[in-house]
């Protein structure tokens, strides 16, 4: 089955600087690829996806890369805001039919 | 709208009790999922729901977990003899079906299971 992988599993950033998270998936015919926010105490929520047919996708100071080739896909935040602080899941899925498959989570701070 | 609903949001549980978790999805969704979240932790998958085909069970931990979703709509969670180990919160998330895609998964606000 699918294997995601999501590092780094910490990150620290300061107000204004740029935080990445990067992931990789195992199975080549993953083709959608959504990130999910989760606040403290609060459910995740979906901010982006990505589907295989295109290599970016942007939303404001969200983009999302992905790379088919190298099997692995990217969360990119620019100018961090101290609400971005947060818990990220990166995840994959290879089909209407098949699981959605998560990465463990980066717990993002912003450090004011 | 309204959302993935589940029920009940807290439940304080003995150790050897049976329990029972309740996930209503968004009406028409054909996707249904449960995943156990522990404190600070990541989204451990327990089992999903996709129309009328055979539920994938492939992440249920033991024997002691099992999962029904009736007519296609509401799915309730079981889990028998609960254990310490199995305090976590529980989350539900449901979405439609998109061709060949997965769409975005909405997740309900979780039951907290504590097991004394």
């Known amino acids: 089955g699918e294997n995601v992988e999501q590092h780094p599993s910490t990150l620290s950033v300061q107000e204004g600087d740029s935080a990445v998270i990067k992931c990789t998936y195992s199975d080549s015919a993953s083709n959608y690829f959504p990130w999910y926010k989760q606040e403290l105490g609060k459910r995740p929520q979906l901010i982006i996806d990505i589907r295989s047919n295109v290599g970016e996708k942007k939303d404001q100071r969200i983009a999302v890369t992905l790379n088919k080739t190298a099997k692995h896909f990217s969360l990119h935040i620019t100018e961090t805001q101290p609400e971005d602080s947060a818990v990220y899941f990166c995840?994959?899925?290879?089909?209407?039919?098949?699981?959605?498959?998560f990465g463990i989570g980066t717990k993002l701070q912003v450090i004011p | 709208g309204a959302g993935v609903s589940q029920s009940p949001s807290n439940k304080v549980t003995e150790k050897g009790k049976d329990v029972e978790l309740r996930c209503d999805p968004i009406?028409?969704?054909?996707?249904l999922y449960w995943y156990r979240q522990s404190l600070g932790q990541g989204l451990e998958f327990l089992i999903y729901?996709?129309?009328?085909?055979?539920?994938?069970k492939s992440g249920l931990p033991s024997d002691r977990f099992s999962a029904e979703r009736t007519g296609g709509s509401v799915s309730t969670l079981t889990i028998q003899r609960t254990q310490q180990e199995d305090s976590a919160v529980y989350l539900c998330?449901?979405?439609?079906?998109?061709?060949?895609?997965?769409?975005?998964?909405?997740f309900g606000n979780g039951t907290r299971l504590t097991v004394t």
């Open positions: 009406s028409g969704h054909t996707a």
């Open positions: 995840a994959a899925s290879n089909g209407g039919y098949q699981k959605v498959t």
């Open positions: 729901f996709q129309g009328n085909s055979a539920p994938d």
């Open positions: 998330a449901s979405s439609l079906r998109g061709g060949s895609y997965n769409l975005p998964l909405h």
